[in-house]
């Protein structure tokens, strides 16, 4: 079955550690993106990648890093600097352009919760 | 920029009907319409792209009014399946991008 994969699905840190979250598509989408989401609020675009080897900040990059080596994967670090990171983070992807009607495809997410 | 949807919040009964708006303040190229259930990940609806198109799907339609830079979804029938927040996706004409931005949601609660 083709889809997206997060993992894990909960995961707790420590307040000053970093964590990477993992993202696997095997659709064969060359674009690939990480949101955030709040309680009782909207999706915000983290970060994007339209191909390999190439990223793009998205509205609210500070304090998140990623990396795009492979096709299928896109993990997401939050680093230290994030200054509220507990959220619930979902990655997506799409074929081609997203904002030219290409749909996109959600992973199950994972929620972070720093104490 | 984030489009504006609308209303927040909305309660229905069984079999009542509600229509959700989202709307831009730049040119619209796409909209894309999810839903999502608490703590899950957003299902996907329906794309429309500008050119004033309609599509439905069973119960569940949405319209392009692209003098409005406006799109509707529409809850026919409304049944307890549909209870979920429903969020916008807008592509915006004319930028070569990949992004969508995102709207702040509709909350639907169906009840019996």
């Known amino acids: 079955d083709g889809g997206i994969t997060q993992s894990p699905k909960y995961l707790f840190r420590k307040e000053g550690q970093n964590v990477t979250l993992s993202c696997e598509q095997n659709?064969?989408?060359?674009?690939m993106y990480w949101y955030r989401q709040d309680p009782g609020q909207g999706l915000r675009l983290i970060y994007y990648s339209q191909i390999v080897n190439d990223f793009q900040k998205g509205d609210i990059a500070e304090g998140y890093s990623v990396s795009r080596e492979k096709k299928e994967s896109f993990p997401l670090t939050v680093t230290s600097a994030q200054k509220n990171p507990t959220a619930f983070y979902l990655c997506?992807?799409?074929?081609?352009?997203?904002?030219?009607?290409?749909?996109?495809?959600f992973g199950p997410g994972t929620r972070l919760t720093v104490l | 920029q984030q489009p504006v949807q609308s209303p927040q919040a909305v309660i229905l009964r069984e079999g009542e009907d509600a229509v959700i708006n989202c709307s831009s303040s730049k040119a619209l190229y796409s909209v894309h319409w999810y839903r999502q259930k608490h703590g899950e990940a957003p299902v996907f609806l329906m794309i429309?792209?500008?050119?004033?198109e309609q599509k439905g799907h069973e119960k569940i339609s949405a319209s392009f009014n692209e003098k409005k830079q406006q799109s509707s979804l529409y809850l026919t029938a409304s049944q307890l399946s549909y209870s979920g927040t429903y969020f916008c996706?807008?592509?915006?004409?004319?930028?070569?991008?990949?992004?969508?931005?995102f709207g702040a949601g509709t909350t639907v609660t169906v009840r019996a």
């Open positions: 996706g807008t592509g915006w004409s004319g930028v070569n991008d990949y992004k969508l931005s």
């Open positions: 659709l064969n989408h060359d674009a």
């Open positions: 429309l792209l500008k050119g004033g």
């Open positions: 997506a992807s799409s074929l081609g352009l997203a904002g030219a009607g290409n749909e996109q495809f």
